[in-house]
């Protein structure tokens, strides 16, 4: 895994945009990560990253200042990263069904726990369709484990995701199937 803090990539760098900025940031992680200048990064129709002429799974993740990777040699993988803030209370109904409102309680970090760690099963599923609410659900959980499902027709596995606070961030990401 690796991550990148976007201000002081850019620092003196001329870059016309954020997204710029985040293409440029991209590269440079994964040449570090994979000790390789001769990669190819492609995306599926739906957005997902992959390497053409490799078998090697990647997961990509900007937020803010931030940008993380994960890569994994076997299994499908999904990372998110995500601000803590408190904009996150609001939308909590439309993304957690009754049982993980419930388990949040209001609290910003498990919400935004509650929302990377969907983010990344979303990611590790790669086709658009997904309903946050009842189509991906979070067990309740305590550390920095936690296990998350992906249910819908044709697709029903389960995953072991790791969640780290990372200064004003939370960052989950997939260990693996189970």
Known sequence: ???????EFSKGEAMESKRECEKRGTMC???KMLKD??????YTEHNKPFFPSSKEQSSISHS???LAIILNKTENTGIDIELIRDK????QHKFLNKREL?????????????????????????L??????????????????LFGKIETIGYNKEYQ??????EDYILVYILNEV
Not at 88 to 91: A, Q, S
Not at 102 to 126: C, H
Not at 161 to 166: A, I, S, T
Request: aromatic content about 12%.
């Open 29 to 31: 992680l994964l040449k």
């Open 1 to 7: 895994m690796g991550l990148l803090n976007m201000p």
């Open 37 to 42: 200048e001769s990669f190819e990064l492609s």
């Open 102 to 126: 419930l388990f949040a309680n209001n609290n910003v970090e498990r919400l935004i726990t509650l929302w990377a760690a969907k983010e990344a099963l979303y990611k590790v599923y790669g």
């Open 88 to 91: 996150v209370r609001k939308v």
């Open 161 to 166: 995701m790791v969640c780290e606070k990372l």
């Open 128 to 145: 658009k369709g997904l309903d946050f609410m009842n189509n991906i659900f979070i067990s309740d959980f305590e550390g920095s484990v």
């Open 64 to 66: 803010h200042d931030k």
